[in-house]
């Protein structure tokens, strides 16, 4: 067996010691005599299953007890519709566009109402996240949107808008876990799990209770009603099992690696290596302005699109794969998750260190 440093943005690396465990469970999930995959979502093996994984998930980010926990399908990029059909009472909502995941959501939630793009950073390719200190928030506005870590562009708030009193809802999938955060200052936070946390197929919705309501935009399909998940936790219809069991094992291992707090002093450590590199390299640079930048997607280039297509061609050679950068933008990203070792990120240094020298 080989492993490669896989730097795809999502589905991402996971943690080994998870992936270990679950092979090791996988004919026999602790003396039940079958693996997850083949269990009953209404047994009583599952729904310890599914407790200990939101339980672990409330310790890991300290959510507060007025906050439900959602497990549901149909990725993030279903909440682009569904967060417009349970919020928006008065049928507006604010919307920050800083990237293309921003863009779509801001798209969707036109279906449903009236939207306004109160900011955004299209002006200079979503390089940057803008101000957001003095917005001019619609009086009537039901919730105020941003995408949190702009998983294509590589920015990232350092600091939340101010929202002057209206609900924050923020789509985190790409920081998810990475760095702790207050969740009290949000109305909902989800995450699509591909990204930092499990394998592909589920969102993670922390929502707070008062927003849950039977009170949704007329002809909202029960499936998209968060009260339906919110009253059967999660387990209105067969949910996504494995997913939450793989997910469940990778809080285990956070809370082993120390948390959150330990996790954002990893990130910061291993984002630092790549990042003083790329600002002192001739032939790489970053994209995205400095005080913008994201711990967990780093988007680089050489200038050259051939010499770009090389390095990315090489470096998989070497082991270092899914450097490509998204189909819309070109040049190299690296996402540098959670899992990605600190060797991860010393090792590509070092390989662009060498490509550099060999094509200068
Ligand atoms: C990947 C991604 C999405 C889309 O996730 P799906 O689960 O594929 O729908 C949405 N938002 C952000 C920030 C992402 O990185």
């Not at 149909?74 to 909502?93: D, R, T």
């Not at 990232?156 to 609900?167: N, Q, S, V």
């Not at 067969?238 to 469940?248: F, L, Q």
Request: one cysteine or more; charged letters at 25%; glycine letters at 8%.
């Amino acid at each position: 067996m080989s492993r490669v440093y896989n730097f795809s943005a999502g589905p991402a690396v996971l943690p080994e010691p998870v992936l270990k465990e679950v092979a090791e469970e996988m004919m026999d999930y602790q003396g039940s005599g079958m693996s997850v995959m083949e269990m009953s979502h209404r047994s009583p093996e599952f729904q310890k299953i599914i407790d200990d994984a939101e339980q672990d998930l409330r310790d890991l980010m300290n959510i507060p007890d007025n906050y439900k926990v959602l497990f549901l399908q149909g990725g993030a990029s279903q909440q682009f519709a569904m967060i417009p059909m349970n919020l928006m009472k008065n049928g507006v909502a604010d919307y920050i566009v800083t990237g293309q995941w921003a863009k779509k959501a801001y798209q969707e939630a036109q279906k449903y109402g009236k939207v306004n793009k109160i900011a955004s950073s299209e002006d200079k390719t979503f390089s940057y996240i803008p101000d957001c200190s003095n917005l001019e928030i619609s009086p009537d506005a039901d919730y105020v949107y941003i995408c949190e870590n702009n998983t294509i562009y590589g920015t990232k708030y350092k600091t939340l808008p101010d929202t002057k009193g209206k609900t924050l809802v923020a789509d985190v999938s790409s920081c998810f876990l990475s760095e702790p955060v207050d969740v009290s200052r949000y109305g909902i936070i989800y995450g699509g799990v591909q990204k930092n946390i499990g394998p592909a197929g589920m969102v993670i919705v922390i929502i707070r209770e008062d927003l849950i309501t039977e009170d949704v935009l007329d002809g909202t399909p029960t499936m998209l009603t968060y009260k339906t998940h919110a009253d059967a936790g999660s387990l209105y219809n067969t949910p996504n099992a494995y997913c939450i069991y793989v997910c469940g094992k990778v809080f285990k291992w956070l809370k082993a690696m120390g948390g959150l707090e330990e996790m954002k002093r990893r990130n910061e450590e291993k984002a630092k290596i790549l990042y003083d590199f790329l600002d002192e390299s001739k032939l790489f640079k970053g994209t995205v302005e400095p005080d913008s930048r994201s711990l967990m997607n780093v988007p680089f280039v050489t200038g050259d699109k051939d010499l770009d297509a090389k390095f990315v061609k090489e470096a998989k050679a070497a082991g270092l794969v899914n450097l490509k950068g998204h189909r819309t933008v070109g040049g190299m990203r690296a996402s540098i998750y959670n899992a990605m070792p600190k060797e991860g990120v010393e090792a590509l240094v070092a390989f662009m260190k060498k490509f550099e020298e060999e094509n200068a």
